[in-house]
């Protein structure tokens, strides 16, 4: 079970790209077995707006599949794929006037790709085949944000070309773990008055205190800015949201167009829309809108004095709030007259936290909501 919950949360931000070149989807698409069958439905359940993109990567694999009997293997199919994407991004001034559709492939035929021009019928198959989804708007498409910024500078980049989580150690003793997928480029040294890092993609950092310079992140339209803590960007290029979620510590996040995000720069101090442990902003990139809330799953803070057992007997629940408000540092507003009276008795060792908010509710009728980054439960008092 926890296997399968970090798979779906590695194939949370893909793209229809990322599918494409992913050898999993690959193998669900062209053999369908059923272990793959019921987790990609699982998957689409608890993410359904990677649908679009599930359902162009797998009519676009699927055309290869239909179209062609053929002796190409699924480690040749994502390798040319690899390199024909790889084309694709250096390439911006390709133009076409429609993307081809599946009605304008050739009749199914047999193909060898055996004999000494076997690598050009296979390299021209697959080109046929992206066209059919939009190879040719990989081709042409706008650089994206982070193209952009390190465009002309002599950064150092690290982009993470395997399939696992990849840590990158900077100078000044920072950590930073790259998704697959994910680049990372900044300056090298650092200045002396500020720390500067362009992301692309999904990354954890964990940024070593430095009081004198401050750490800057460049993701999408978002600056975020920190002095020491740990948190994670989300940033894929063509991802509807932007997303940064702090596990300990305190950032602030603002849009990097904005004129305010030059005095971030300048300024030790923390301005802008400030986020604490457990708390993430979601940016609506069409919508240019921020959205403060928690985090999917809060974490106790490590940095609290002790790690609590949460088992609770006859204890009234606004201390057991309080507790909970300690343990993970977020906000918790509640009436604190109306539920000193109320007792409760129970162990909460190992849910989450928001379980162990709805066992808290549901033993005295009331109910909790999150707003702006806390948690406000509503309570008249024990029935």
């Given at each position: 079970?926890?296997?399968?919950?970090v798979m779906?949360?590695?194939?949370?931000?893909?793209?229809?790209?990322?599918?494409?070149l992913?050898?999993?989807f690959q193998?669900?698409?062209?053999?369908?077995?059923?272990?793959?069958e019921?987790?990609?439905?699982?998957?689409?359940?608890?993410?359904p707006q990677?649908a679009?993109?599930?359902?162009?990567?797998?009519?676009?694999?699927?055309?290869v599949?239909?179209?062609?009997?053929?002796?190409l293997?699924?480690?040749?199919?994502?390798?040319?794929?690899?390199?024909?994407?790889?084309?694709?991004r250096a390439s911006?001034?390709?133009?076409?006037?429609?993307?081809?559709t599946?009605?304008?492939l050739?009749?199914?035929?047999?193909?060898s790709?055996?004999?000494?021009?076997?690598?050009l019928?296979?390299?021209?198959?697959?080109?046929?085949?992206?066209?059919?989804?939009?190879?040719?708007?990989l081709?042409?498409?706008p650089?994206?944000?982070y193209?952009q910024?390190v465009?002309?500078q002599s950064?150092?980049?690290?982009?993470?070309?395997?399939?696992?989580?990849?840590?990158?150690?900077?100078?000044?003793g920072?950590?930073?773990?790259?998704?697959p997928?994910a680049?990372l480029?900044?300056p090298?040294?650092?200045?002396a008055?500020k720390?500067?890092?362009?992301?692309?993609g999904?990354?954890?950092?964990?940024?070593?205190?430095?009081?004198?310079?401050?750490?800057l992140?460049?993701?999408?339209e978002?600056?975020?800015?920190v002095?020491?803590t740990?948190?994670?960007v989300?940033?894929?290029d063509r991802?509807?949201?932007?997303?940064?979620?702090?596990?300990?510590g305190?950032?602030?996040v603002?849009?990097?167009?904005?004129?305010p995000?030059?005095?971030?720069?300048s300024?030790?101090?923390?301005t802008?829309?400030i986020?604490?442990?457990?708390?993430?902003?979601?940016?609506e990139?069409?919508?240019?809108?921020?959205?403060?809330t928690?985090?999917d799953?809060p974490?106790?803070?490590s940095?609290?004095?002790?790690?609590?057992?949460?088992?609770f007997?006859?204890t009234?629940?606004?201390?057991?709030?309080?507790?909970l408000?300690?343990a993970?540092?977020?906000?918790?507003?509640?009436?604190?007259?109306?539920?000193?009276?109320?007792?409760?008795?129970?162990?909460?060792?190992d849910?989450p936290l928001?379980?162990k908010l709805?066992?808290?509710?549901?033993a005295?009728g009331?109910?909790?909501?999150?707003l702006?980054?806390q948690?406000?439960?509503?309570?008249?008092?024990c029935?």
């Amino acid at each position: 079970m926890i296997e399968a919950f970090v798979m779906m949360e590695h194939y949370a931000d893909y793209c229809l790209e990322d599918f494409v070149l992913d050898a999993r989807f690959q193998r669900w698409v062209r053999y369908q077995p059923a272990d793959e069958e019921s987790f990609w439905q699982a998957f689409l359940e608890q993410h359904p707006q990677q649908a679009q993109d599930i359902e162009r990567a797998r009519t676009l694999l699927q055309s290869v599949y239909r179209r062609y009997e053929s002796q190409l293997s699924d480690s040749e199919i994502n390798s040319e794929i690899q390199k024909l994407v790889a084309k694709a991004r250096a390439s911006k001034e390709t133009s076409i006037d429609r993307i081809p559709t599946d009605d304008d492939l050739p009749a199914p035929k047999i193909i060898s790709f055996r004999g000494p021009y076997g690598w050009l019928l296979r390299a021209a198959m697959v080109i046929l085949v992206l066209g059919v989804v939009g190879w040719m708007w990989l081709a042409q498409s706008p650089k994206s944000a982070y193209d952009q910024r390190v465009a002309g500078q002599s950064f150092v980049e690290h982009t993470n070309q395997t399939h696992t989580w990849q840590l990158v150690r900077l100078a000044d003793g920072t950590r930073v773990t790259l998704e697959p997928h994910a680049r990372l480029s900044y300056p090298e040294p650092f200045s002396a008055t500020k720390r500067q890092v362009y992301l692309s993609g999904t990354a954890f950092f964990d940024v070593a205190k430095d009081a004198k310079r401050p750490f800057l992140v460049y993701a999408n339209e978002l600056v975020t800015k920190v002095l020491g803590t740990s948190f994670i960007v989300k940033a894929p290029d063509r991802s509807a949201q932007t997303i940064v979620e702090v596990k300990e510590g305190r950032v602030s996040v603002m849009e990097a167009a904005n004129d305010p995000a030059q005095q971030l720069e300048s300024s030790r101090e923390l301005t802008g829309l400030i986020l604490t442990a457990n708390q993430k902003v979601i940016f609506e990139r069409d919508q240019e809108r921020m959205v403060k809330t928690l985090r999917d799953v809060p974490e106790v803070v490590s940095s609290a004095n002790q790690t609590p057992t949460f088992q609770f007997k006859d204890t009234p629940i606004s201390e057991v709030l309080t507790e909970l408000e300690q343990a993970y540092q977020v906000d918790i507003l509640f009436d604190k007259d109306v539920l000193s009276h109320c007792p409760l008795t129970a162990t909460l060792t190992d849910q989450p936290l928001f379980e162990k908010l709805t066992v808290i509710c549901e033993a005295i009728g009331a109910h909790y909501e999150v707003l702006d980054g806390q948690i406000v439960v509503d309570s008249k008092g024990c029935k």
